[in-house]
């Protein structure tokens, strides 16, 4: 089990200048609006042995260079319970970084709604729920950092509505509490690591780690800088000239050795962070996702890695896009994939509706997008991943409408023909520039 930090323990592993706000009202007295028997004398004691008024802790502190707004639960205050007053207090810390126009950091440790309050207490999710909606309409980012635990309204609005959801390893984080779950249920699926595993956060951060990663993604998501286009990578692995056929084309893009999407970003930023996850129970190894640092500005960037691209990938990718349009940071996407998974699994978990997605999100976006063909581009699974009107080529890659392979079969062609229609889908990257399909194809010194 994670160990339980205090609200101020966890302030501290941000920061040094952490400055608190008193509460606008203070915590309504007695025993509450259901007249609950020793409430009242519940939080004296709370208050007493925590040092805090309140569940909640918000104020305002430097991370890094950039000014935030943090959030922090005291659990040893009724188990971090949400209440009308701390209600209260995270409106202000909304309402505080939306004035400000700074990132709201969230470090979240609780363990639900609290009863003593009844509906009273669940209904200030609803009142979290609009202050998030007004946060980004203003376009300003919220980091969640989940505790331990992080469990029920809690989860379901502070932290899983964040843009970015880090969590400290071993905590316990799910909508069910461990006193109300079901009892054969699997313990690990109520865990930061198991969360991570189906794609409901984007990182687990060791405590050591957090000062900086938190840090990182305030400055990056509160840039204010004009969103320039990225430019496309350059070519690696050696590649010169484009094949001179189709199929040399096909082969140089299927070699085993060939550089693939790990290679190409650990080329291009100087640092990276991932964004992980579909927030719908999946995650695809196959998308690598998260935002870089190129020459100090961030980019946003998506990535296939060579693997058929799953429903979770393209969800996962449509987030990272429409998160990058609200923050107005440019796009990089690496496409590279033989096309989209079309298992029955695949279809089980909505892979057409998951690539119109990523389509839309594209099509949509109104920052500036760059995307760089490294490898094979198989149809539409490829395609949804390409910027419309600003996609590269390397000499190692192609583009079909089809892999050459499955033309030759729906053509009732022998399989010793597959060369032949690999050439005449006109697949190469030279081809893909005469076509208009590319701008251009990408060499060893960029373009």
């Given at each position: 089990?994670?160990?339980?930090?205090?609200?101020?323990?966890?302030?501290?592993?941000?920061?040094?200048?952490?400055?608190?706000?008193?509460?606008?009202?203070?915590?309504?007295?007695?025993?509450?609006?259901?007249?609950?028997?020793?409430?009242?004398?519940?939080?004296?004691?709370?208050?007493?042995?925590?040092?805090?008024?309140?569940?909640?802790?918000?104020?305002?502190?430097?991370?890094?260079?950039?000014?935030?707004?943090?959030?922090?639960?005291?659990?040893?205050?009724?188990?971090?319970?949400?209440?009308?007053?701390?209600?209260?207090?995270?409106?202000?810390?909304?309402a505080l970084a939306r004035a400000s126009r700074?990132?709201?950091?969230?470090?979240?440790?609780?363990?639900?709604?609290?009863?003593?309050?009844?509906?009273?207490?669940?209904?200030?999710?609803?009142?979290?729920?609009?202050?998030?909606?007004?946060?980004?309409?203003?376009?300003?980012?919220?980091?969640?950092?989940?505790?331990?635990?992080?469990?029920?309204?809690?989860?379901?609005?502070?932290?899983?509505?964040?843009?970015?959801?880090?969590?400290?390893?071993?905590?316990?984080?799910?909508?069910?509490?461990?006193?109300?779950?079901?009892?054969?249920?699997?313990?690990?699926?109520?865990?930061?690591?198991?969360?991570?595993?189906?794609?409901?956060?984007?990182?687990?951060?060791?405590?050591?780690?957090?000062?900086?990663?938190?840090?990182?993604?305030?400055?990056?998501?509160?840039?204010?800088?004009?969103?320039?286009?990225?430019?496309?990578?350059?070519?690696?692995?050696?590649?010169?000239?484009?094949?001179?056929?189709?199929?040399?084309?096909?082969?140089?893009?299927?070699?085993?050795?060939?550089?693939?999407?790990?290679?190409?970003?650990?080329?291009?930023?100087?640092?990276?962070?991932?964004?992980?996850?579909?927030?719908c129970g999946g995650d695809d190894p196959g998308?690598?996702?998260?935002?870089?640092?190129?020459?100090?500005?961030?980019?946003?960037?998506?990535?296939?890695?060579?693997?058929?691209?799953?429903?979770?990938?393209?969800?996962?990718?449509?987030?990272?896009?429409?998160?990058?349009?609200?923050?107005?940071?440019?796009?990089?996407?690496?496409?590279?994939?033989?096309?989209?998974?079309?298992?029955?699994?695949?279809?089980?978990?909505?892979?057409?509706?998951?690539?119109?997605?990523?389509?839309?999100?594209?099509?949509?976006?109104?920052?500036?997008?760059?995307?760089?063909?490294?490898?094979?581009?198989?149809?539409?699974?490829?395609?949804?991943?390409?910027?419309?009107?600003?996609?590269?080529?390397?000499?190692?890659?192609?583009?079909?409408?089809?892999?050459?392979?499955?033309?030759?079969?729906?053509?009732?062609?022998?399989?010793?023909?597959?060369?032949?229609?690999?050439?005449?889908?006109?697949?190469?990257?030279?081809?893909?520039?005469?076509?208009?399909?590319?701008?251009?194809?990408?060499?060893?010194?960029?373009?």
């Amino acid at each position: 089990m994670a160990e339980r930090l205090t609200a101020r323990e966890a302030i501290a592993l941000l920061c040094d200048d952490f400055t608190e706000h008193e509460a606008a009202e203070p915590p309504r007295a007695g025993d509450g609006p259901l007249d609950w028997e020793g409430y009242g004398a519940a939080r004296e004691r709370a208050a007493r042995r925590t040092g805090s008024a309140e569940s909640v802790v918000y104020g305002e502190a430097t991370l890094g260079e950039c000014p935030c707004v943090l959030i922090s639960f005291e659990f040893g205050f009724l188990g971090g319970s949400l209440s009308q007053s701390a209600g209260d207090r995270l409106e202000a810390a909304y309402a505080l970084a939306r004035a400000s126009r700074r990132p709201l950091v969230s470090l979240i440790s609780t363990g639900g709604s609290r009863m003593q309050e009844g509906m009273i207490a669940l209904s200030q999710l609803q009142r979290v729920a609009r202050a998030s909606v007004l946060l980004r309409e203003a376009g300003v980012a919220h980091i969640a950092v989940l505790r331990d635990p992080t469990t029920g309204g809690g989860w379901a609005t502070l932290g899983a509505g964040a843009d970015v959801i880090l969590a400290l390893p071993g905590a316990q984080v799910g909508f069910a509490g461990s006193r109300i779950r079901p009892p054969d249920a699997d313990p690990a699926a109520y865990t930061a690591e198991g969360q991570l595993g189906a794609g409901q956060i984007d990182a687990v951060v060791r405590p050591e780690a957090l000062r900086d990663t938190v840090a990182f993604w305030a400055a990056a998501l509160g840039s204010q800088a004009p969103a320039e286009a990225a430019p496309p990578p350059r070519a690696l692995g050696g590649a010169g000239r484009p094949p001179g056929s189709g199929w040399d084309a096909v082969r140089a893009a299927r070699n085993p050795d060939r550089p693939r999407a790990g290679a190409y970003l650990d080329d291009y930023f100087t640092r990276r962070e991932p964004l992980r996850g579909d927030r719908c129970g999946g995650d695809d190894p196959g998308m690598l996702c998260g935002v870089g640092l190129r020459e100090g500005r961030p980019v946003v960037y998506a990535a296939q890695a060579g693997t058929a691209t799953r429903p979770a990938g393209y969800r996962t990718a449509a987030r990272v896009v429409r998160l990058a349009d609200r923050f107005g940071l440019p796009v990089l996407t690496l496409v590279d994939t033989p096309g989209a998974a079309n298992d029955a699994e695949a279809e089980r978990a909505g892979a057409g509706a998951a690539i119109a997605e990523l389509f839309t999100a594209m099509a949509a976006a109104r920052t500036p997008l760059t995307s760089l063909l490294i490898g094979e581009g198989g149809s539409g699974g490829a395609l949804a991943l390409a910027a419309p009107g600003n996609t590269w080529a390397t000499p190692d890659s192609y583009f079909s409408v089809i892999a050459p392979e499955l033309a030759a079969a729906i053509l009732k062609r022998d399989r010793t023909d597959v060369p032949r229609t690999a050439g005449q889908l006109r697949l190469g990257p030279q081809d893909l520039v005469d076509l208009s399909v590319v701008r251009g194809i990408v060499g060893p010194a960029g373009i």
